[in-house]
């Protein structure tokens, strides 16, 4: 009898060994522990889905990843609070398809540590308000992040991203169903990736949040329409990435005009329902193109810097309830 329990006890300590290597750890809403999982295509592809409990909790997976030709100190994530993070928010459950929001934030200070980025903390912020609230039905949150050495979002893959995110989830028992992208200032239109090319990614959805005017912005709302796919495009202020460039970077005033109507979008109609902040007084605050998958809306958050980043919750608000929703992939 001693020999059988001393055996099942060695059995039940292996099978706990073998369940817990190679599965990403979790931080809780109750319990922030940092965790670190690979984020290379050949380590994802090795998670294994087993028996998943329901997330009841919010749960927070940090994982590394870098673009294949990327340099490695603008993806530096050794320490898991400056990895990308996968936010299973409360009402997730494995075994299931969900809607998957990818953020981008914009251009941060040159030698900012990733962990003190404010714009992972806002999104997901917001995504709790709404859930909770009931204007939302539970979706995935993710964050990715990098580090600003002269340019935003350099040789960032986002098709390759997915793909890594994919593996991840399978591991939580988890599915992609429709798959969205938004961003905020630097994440589009001045120089490097992000949003800009974001259609190779097919998504369902994309939100640009007073990102700047550049090339890049133009040529992938083009795309957009192209292949209609919704589009939600929320300025406040002049941002940068326009040229010639206006003599005060925020100007409360610029004629978005000059940009939208590059797009095909014409003034038009408010729809129904707008954000929770009052619209600038401008020719084109509410415009559209022809078939309407591509809007753009001009709101006052006030002047300068501080209404730069008064826009995001503002933006987010409004994207998630209008274009996400209480749908189900």
Known sequence: MIMRKAWLLFALFAVQVGCTRGVPQH????????????????????????????????????????????KASE???SDPRDQHRVWLL??????????VVVAFHGQPRRGQLPRNYAFPVTVA?????????GAVAPFVLVTPVFRFEGQNWPKFDSREFVRVLSSMLAQDGISIGKLYFVGHSGAAGCGGSGLNGIESAEPS???????????????????LARMRVPTLIVHSVETAGFQPREPTE???????????????????????HLPS?????????CASNESATTRALVIDTGEGEKAHEAAVP???????????GRSRP
Not at 206 to 220: A, E, H, I, P
Request: proline residues 5%; neutral net charge; hydrophobic residues 40%.
């Open 90 to 99: 409360r009402g997730v459950q494995p075994q299931q398809s969900y809607p």
């Open 75 to 77: 993806y530096a994530m």
């Open 27 to 70: 931080e809780s809403s109750s319990s922030r522990a940092d965790a670190s999982i690979s984020g290379t295509v050949r380590d994802a592809a090795v998670f294994a889905s087993a028996a998943v409990a329901p997330v009841s909790e919010e749960k927070v997976l940090h994982f590394e990843w870098k673009p294949a030709q990327a």
């Open 314 to 324: 503002v933006a987010l608000r409004y994207f998630l309830t209008e274009y996400v």
């Open 125 to 133: 912020e917001v995504a709790r308000e709404l859930l909770e609230s």
């Open 205 to 223: 959805g994309v939100g640009f949040f007073d990102t700047c005017l550049g090339t890049g912005f133009v040529n992938t709302v083009r795309q």
């Open 277 to 285: 902040v009052p619209l600038r007084r401008l020719a084109y605050q």
């Open 250 to 272: 925020y100007e409360s005033q610029f004629d978005f005009g000059r940009v939208y109507s590059k797009l095909g979008l014409r003034p038009g109609l408010c729809p129904e």
